[in-house]
């Protein structure tokens, strides 16, 4: 029933109650409902960005750089492997009274090459050669200058030519040689690089056992 003024009058008050009691219900009921949707999505979008932000972000790491070699290091060993080198060219030139076979003159240098080469050769016109082998160890570098306008080095050894026998080149049997002479000692030699490379240009024997 519709009053004059246009307001809604229920004929029966109690299922008017009823009637209203259940909008409010429904209304109260649809809010709770978009309310908890609301929340769902909420934590729905916060669910993702807490994912998201536990997420390591990628690392690219760049290969590491390798250290740059000491050049006084370099120069030792590329001394030392000449000084190995010109002793196994030595024991060849001894034992060749050609002198052909040996390549001596690509580790040996000034003092140290004249004199190998001038004693091998008078060894070979007296009709000795050098066989076997010669031992070199503790290999010492004592003094290095990488840097100056001829880098050296002081290589300290022990040389062992018990094993280097000196023999008739005819007979092939050993040279009579005094029964003191030292079969093991020291020496010193001075290793200078060139354009060419590393040479060993001097020999000092200490004159003492090792």
Known sequence: ????????????????RTSITRRIHRKAA???IAG???G?????????????????PAVTQSPTESATPDPKETAKKEALAAYGAYWQEMEKLYADRTGKSARLDQYAASA?????ESDAKRAHENG???LGDVAVTDQTVTKIDASGKIPNATVSSCLDISRWQTVDARTQKPA???????TKYMIVSTVEKYPEGWR???DEPQGKSC
Request: charged share 20%; with cysteine.
């Open 40 to 56: 769902l999505t909420a934590c729905s979008s916060s669910d993702k960005k807490d994912e998201t932000s536990d997420e390591s």
């Open 1 to 16: 029933m519709t009053s004059p003024h246009g307001t809604i009058r229920c004929a029966f008050p109690t299922r008017c």
């Open 128 to 130: 000795l050669i050098y």
């Open 112 to 116: 140290a090459l004249k004199n190998a």
């Open 200 to 202: 060993v240009t001097s």
């Open 30 to 32: 649809a809010l709770l």
């Open 36 to 38: 908890s949707l609301a």
């Open 176 to 182: 009579p040689l005094p029964d003191n002479r030292l």
